[in-house]
C-alpha cells in the first residue's frame, strides 16, 4: 500500500501510516504536480492546505481513500471522489479545543487592542491612554455555531460572564439549556450582539452568509471573531464594515483564499489596523495536531484495509476494490 502525504502531519502519524504502507511525504505541490504523481498511490492524507480537485482525484486511478488529518473537508471534492469510489475520512472534533481556544484568544487580542500594544512595547513606548478596551463580561455574544468547536467557545464565554446566544439549525432546545445558550434566529444573533463569533463549516448554506445585507442588521461598533473558515465572511462587506466603524474590530485566522494573495482584498483586512490576523493557526497546537493526524491516520488504514471506518464523508460510498 502506498500513502502520498501532502500536509505537515504530526511524527506520530506518519509513524503509524508507515508501520503498515510505504508512505512518501511531497509538500507544497500545485495541482498539476499533485496530479502528476497521483496515480501511483492508493491514499491521500491532507490538511486544509492540499486542494483535493476533480483533477486529482480522477488522475488518481489507484485511489482508494483520502484522510483529512483535522475536521473541514471544504477543500475535497467530495461529491466527486464519492462519484470515484474514493473514502474521504476526516477526524471530526479532534482539533476542537485548540479551535475554541484560538477563537477566544482572537477575541480578547481584538477587544484589549493587544496587536498595537505589543507592537508600541517593541519600539519602546509606554502608551497606556491609546489601548482602553472593553470587558466580555456582561456583553452579549453570538455564536454562529455550536457544533464541536462553538460549545467549548460557549463554554469559556459562560465563565468570563457574557450571556451567549447560539444560532444554529441543528441545535436541540434541550441541548442550549444544557451548555447555558439563548437558541436565536440569525436576525437576533445580528441585531442584540456586541461580539459575534463564528464556528460552522463553509458549505453551500454558509458561503457569504455574512454579506453586506447581515452587516446592515448589526450593532454599530460590533466585534467579529472567525476562526471556522473563510468564505463565510464576504471579505469586502466587512472591510466597508471595518472603515465605517460598523464593525469595530476583527480577529480573524482564516481567508477567503489562503494563503493570502497580495492585494486581495484579504490581504487588506490583514493590514487593517483593528484586524488581528493569524494564518490559519485554530488547530495548530502540539495536542491537537497529535490527535487529529493519529485519528486520521488510523481511520485511512482502516479504509485501505477494508475495515469498518467511523468517520466517512459519504453516506453511502461504494469503495473500489
Ligand atoms: C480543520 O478544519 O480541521 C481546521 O481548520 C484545521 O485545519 P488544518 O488542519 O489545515 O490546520
Known amino acids: 500500500m502506498k ?4 500536509d505537515k502531519i504530526h511524527p506520530d502519524a506518519l509513524t503509524l501510516l508507515k508501520s503498515q504502507a510505504a508512505v512518501d511525504e511531497a509538500y507544497g505541490m500545485d495541482e498539476a504536480q499533485l496530479t502528476g504523481k497521483i496515480p501511483g498511490y492508493d491514499a491521500l492524507m491532507v490538511r486544509s492546505g492540499t486542494q483535493v480537485t476533480a483533477a486529482v482525484l480522477s488522475a488518481g486511478k489507484n485511489l482508494k481513500a483520502v484522510g483529512r488529518a483535522g475536521t473541514g473537508v471544504d477543500n475535497i471534492n467530495v461529491p466527486e471522489a464519492t462519484r470515484l469510489g474514493i473514502m474521504v475520512v476526516n477526524a471530526p472534533g479532534a482539533n476542537a479545543q485548540a479551535a475554541a481556544e484560538m477563537a477566544v484568544a482572537l477575541l480578547l487580542a481584538a477587544i484589549r487592542q493587544l496587536k498595537p500594544a505589543l507592537e508600541t512595547m517593541k519600539q519602546n513606548q509606554w ?12 456583553k452579549t455574544v453570538g455564536l454562529i455555531g455550536v457544533g464541536a468547536v462553538g460549545k467549548i467557545v460557549a463554554k469559556i464565554l459562560n465563565a468570563f460572564g457574557a ?9 436541540a432546545e434541550e441541548k442550549a439549556a444544557a451548555m447555558h445558550v439563548t437558541m436565536a434566529s440569525l436576525e ?4 442584540q450582539s456586541d461580539i459575534l463569533s463564528i464556528h460552522a463549516p463553509l458549505n453551500d448554506s454558509t458561503r457569504n452568509l455574512l454579506d453586506v445585507h447581515a452587516f446592515n ?4 461598533g460590533i466585534m467579529l471573531v472567525n476562526a471556522a473558515r473563510g468564505g463565510i465572511i464576504n471579505e469586502q462587506a466587512l472591510l466597508n464594515a471595518l472603515n465605517t466603524g460598523k464593525v469595530a474590530a476583527a480577529g480573524l485566522d482564516v481567508f477567503e483564499k489562503e494563503p493570502i494573495p497580495l492585494e486581495s ?14 494564518p490559519h493557526l485554530g488547530a495548530s497546537t502540539q495536542e491537537s ?11 485511512l488504514l482502516d479504509a485501505l484495509n477494508g475495515q469498518p471506518v467511523a468517520s466517512v464523508n459519504q453516506l453511502p460510498v461504494v469503495q473500489r476494490a
Request: aromatic content about 6%; proline content about 3%; overall charge positive.
Open 163 to 171: 450571556h451567549v446566544l447560539a444560532y444554529d439549525p441543528f441545535l
Open 188 to 191: 437576533e444573533l445580528y441585531t
Open 217 to 220: 442588521q448589526m450593532k454599530d
Open 289 to 299: 495536531q497529535r490527535n487529529a493526524s493519529v485519528l486520521a491516520a488510523q481511520l
Open 265 to 278: 482584498t484579504s490581504a487588506k483586512l490583514v493590514a487593517h489596523p483593528r484586524v488581528v490576523a493569524t
Open 3 to 6: 500513502v502520498l502525504v501532502t
Open 127 to 138: 502608551e497606556r491612554t491609546k489601548f482602553t478596551g472593553t470587558e466580555i463580561a456582561g
